[in-house]
C-alpha cells in the first residue's frame, strides 16, 4: 500500500517534469503492480478471517455493533468524539461472519471519527432497525460536513481517498457487505454530516428453533 502511494506521488511531479511516457508508463505498470498484490493480500486476508459463506453462522447484530464500537472507542476519545447508539427493541439475528461484518463498521465509525475532527460538534450517531423482520439496517451519521452528491458513488472506489488513507475502506466494506447478501451505500440529499446505510438480509430461524426459544 506504501509502494502504491509513493508511486501515486511521484507521478503528478514526473509529469509537471515533463518526464518522457514510456517513464510515466513504467510507473503506472508498477503501481498496476502493487494494486493487484494489494487486492490479492486483501482477498487472502478475508479468507483467513473469516472462510467462504459456508463458513457463515447466525450472528447477533448488537453484539457486531457493540464490539465495532468498543474497537473504535479509544479513537473516538483521543478526538474527542462521541458516538451514540441506538437499536429498535427487537432485531432479527444475521447470517455471516461477525468479524468480517464488525470490520464494515469499523471502517464506518472510522472514516465517521476522521470526518467529525474539525467540526464544532463532533458526533457519531449508530441506529439498528428491523426492516418488517426481514432485513436489518444500521445507519451510521456523523456531524461531519457530509459527502457532496457528485462522490457518493465515487467514494466506494478503491484508491479514492480524500484524505490521507489508501481509500480502500469503503471498496472492502462494500464488497464485504455484498459477501454477506447486503448492500452499503452513502444516503444522499443529506441536510447536514454523512449518513452509510448498511442493509443485511435477515436470518430466518426454522420454526423448530423459534418455538425452542419461545418455551
Ligand atoms: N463519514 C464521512 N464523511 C465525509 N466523507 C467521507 C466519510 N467517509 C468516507 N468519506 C470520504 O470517502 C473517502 C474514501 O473513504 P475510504 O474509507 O474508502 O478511504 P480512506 O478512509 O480515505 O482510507 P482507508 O479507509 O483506506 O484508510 C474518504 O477519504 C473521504 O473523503
Ligand atoms: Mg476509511
Redesign the pocket.
Known sequence: MSAISNYADALPRMLAAGEPPSRISTLVRAIRTQASRASTIITQARELVGGGPDTFRECDVLQVIYSSIEMTERLARAADVEIRFAAQSTLPACRGHAGQLEQILV?LI??AI?AVADSDIRAIRIHAESLEGRALRIRVADSGPGVPADDLQAIFQAFR?GGD?M????AVSRQLAEYHGGQLWAEPDRERGACFVLDLPAYIASSDAESGAAS
Open positions: 471502517n472510522g472514516n476522521e481517498s488513507g481509500g480502500m475502506g469503503l
